[in-house]
């Protein structure tokens, strides 16, 4: 099964009349379910307009984007916004998490907004990811009160509490040390081999997107490089 397909993305700013950048020049891709990819390139070659695209925050100027088959350009926004709580969860450098509220209801929000109201499975729901992402013992806690690797595996119990098909990733251990960092990945890692979800990690850290299963290079708003990586046993 694809969980994303891109045909022919092409992906222009206007930057005011007449002048019209294009930052994304045909893009081609395709992820299967249960792919780990790191998408990596320089600084300005397009990665975030890319995650963008992907995550149904933006739309390309020409080409289709499919999510689990599913074709999104010609959709409204309202379908746009069911589509990506359903099929895609978020995780960021920068956690956006609430402060205020504890681990456990910062991983039930996405429950909550598509639901409604709490009920008692979507509290069981929210300790069954809080228990997996290894975080039993401060799930009660303020977010606010849990260190930078802990707030990270929060919101990756939270990206994953609908079971996404697809997880978009920018820099997830980007704030964090080198150990909390692999913590955090050996995580990802972990959630990707026990389920169908499909990753795509943005990331700085070639140590990290070694630990990929396919590395996809941006150079220039072009894919310049797309190669298997064989992942080395830890
Ligand atoms: P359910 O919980 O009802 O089994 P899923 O969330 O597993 O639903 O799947 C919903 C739909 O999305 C199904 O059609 C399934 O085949 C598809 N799907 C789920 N995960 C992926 C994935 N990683 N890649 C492609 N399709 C997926
Ligand atoms: P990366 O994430 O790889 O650093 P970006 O996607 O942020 O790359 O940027 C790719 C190019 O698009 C850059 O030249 C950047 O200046 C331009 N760009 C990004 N966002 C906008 C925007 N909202 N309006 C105009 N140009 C933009």
Avoid: W
């Amino acid at each position: 099964a694809i969980t994303l397909q891109l045909k022919g993305i092409h992906k222009a700013y206007n930057i005011g009349l007449p002048a019209e950048t294009e930052v994304l020049h045909g893009l081609d891709l395709t992820i299967e379910r249960g792919e780990f990819v790191a998408l990596i390139g320089p600084s300005g070659s397009g990665k975030s307009t890319l995650l963008n695209l992907i995550g149904l925050l933006d739309k390309p100027t020409v080409g289709e984007l499919l999510i689990t088959g599913q074709p999104t350009t010609q959709l409204q926004d309202r379908e746009l916004t069911l589509l990506r709580a359903k099929a895609i969860g978020f995780v960021f450098q920068f956690h956006n998490l609430l402060p205020e509220f504890t681990a456990l209801e910062n991983v039930m929000l996405p429950l909550l907004a598509a639901r409604g109201r709490p009920d008692e499975a979507m509290r069981l729901r929210a300790a069954e990811l809080i228990e997996q992402v290894g975080l039993t013992d401060v799930g009660k806690h303020m977010s606010n009160d849990l260190s930078g690797g802990q707030q990270q595996r929060v919101a990756i119990a939270r990206a994953l509490v609908m079971q996404p098909a697809l997880v978009l990733a920018d820099e997830p251990t980007g704030n964090l040390d080198t150990k909390a960092a692999d913590n955090v990945f050996d995580l990802l890692r972990r959630v990707n081999e026990a389920s169908d979800t499909s990753f795509l990690i943005v990331t700085h850290d070639p140590r990290l997107a070694q630990r990929c299963d396919r590395i996809i290079e941006l150079v220039d708003g072009r894919i310049d490089s797309d190669k298997a990586n064989r992942v080395s046993p830890p």
